[in-house]
């Protein structure tokens, strides 16, 4: 399974961005897509899952408020949605699959994108 991000790149202090990841294929009969990021020197970082019914999500309480997941699953697609973006953001965001849900642990996920750079200016 080939997963690739797209969406990231450079944005102002109050902007807004919006990742997409797109699977290659279907590798489970269900499961749960999530994004991550990782900032420079820092471990990978859990943002937010949604489960295979594009309806129950889980957020890391840091990130709440301020990014929204959703999926798209004829197309195999999760998005990220980033608004009021601010320097601490800059990080590469990474989506994965796992086959359960709920999990903000690394070890749980099967697949992984390469990442698609974020950057956020003051």
């Known amino acids: 399974v080939q997963m690739v991000e797209s969406g990231g790149g450079l944005v102002q202090a109050g902007g807004s961005l919006r990742l997409s990841c797109a699977a290659s294929?279907?590798?489970?009969?269900?499961?749960?897509m999530a994004w991550f990021r990782q900032a420079p020197g820092k471990e990978r970082e859990f943002i937010a899952t949604?489960?295979?019914?594009?309806?129950?999500?889980h957020y890391a309480d840091s990130m709440k408020g301020r990014f929204t997941i959703s999926r798209d699953n004829p197309k195999n697609t999760v998005y990220l949605q980033m608004t009021n973006l601010k320097p601490e953001d800059t990080a590469v965001y990474l989506c994965?699959?796992?086959?359960?849900?709920?999990?903000?642990?690394?070890?749980?996920?099967?697949?992984w994108g390469q990442g698609t750079q974020v950057t956020v200016s003051s």
């Open positions: 294929e279907r590798p489970f009969t269900s499961y749960s």
């Open positions: 994965a699959i796992s086959r359960i849900f709920g999990t903000d642990l690394v070890d749980e996920y099967s697949y």
């Open positions: 949604i489960a295979w019914n594009a309806a129950t999500t």
